[in-house]
């Protein structure tokens, strides 16, 4: 039970940054693993980014590894994904969720509660 709700989306140009916040409701937070996906037309969801409970283990697409940060703040009951170095097949409508399982897993099919979605594009 809870909503998520992404925020920090825009558009920049190719090689520029942006950062996306998650803003979680409730006091439970914490007890959730927690994923980044993305989306556009005619494309399935896509996994970006995922992170444990207390943020010690990271997990990235080979798409996006090297140039997005997944992070969390559990205090703030808040999940960060800081997006640098930003390519046009990066633009997409990036959503949180919170996952079912103990570890981070790759398949939306995995995640529960998941909030509406910020748009991420990216000129060339």
């Known amino acids: 039970q809870g909503q998520l709700v992404e925020s920090g989306g825009g558009l920049v140009q190719t090689g520029g940054s942006l950062r996306l916040s998650c803003k979680a409701s409730?006091?439970?937070?914490?007890?959730?693993?927690m994923g980044w996906f993305r989306q556009t037309p005619g494309k399935e969801r896509e996994f970006v980014a995922g992170i444990t409970r207390m943020g010690a283990y990271t997990y990235y697409s080979d798409s996006v590894k090297g140039r997005f940060t997944i992070s969390r703040d559990n205090a703030e009951n808040t999940l960060f994904l800081q997006m640098n170095s930003l390519k046009p097949e990066d633009t997409a409508v990036y959503s949180c969720?919170?996952?079912?399982?103990?570890?981070?897993?790759?398949?939306?099919?995995?995640?529960?509660?998941w909030g509406q979605g910020t748009q991420v594009t990216v000129s060339s």
């Open positions: 969720a919170t996952s079912r399982s103990a570890a981070v897993s790759r398949r939306p099919s995995d995640y529960g509660i």
């Open positions: 409730g006091s439970t937070f914490g007890n959730y693993v």
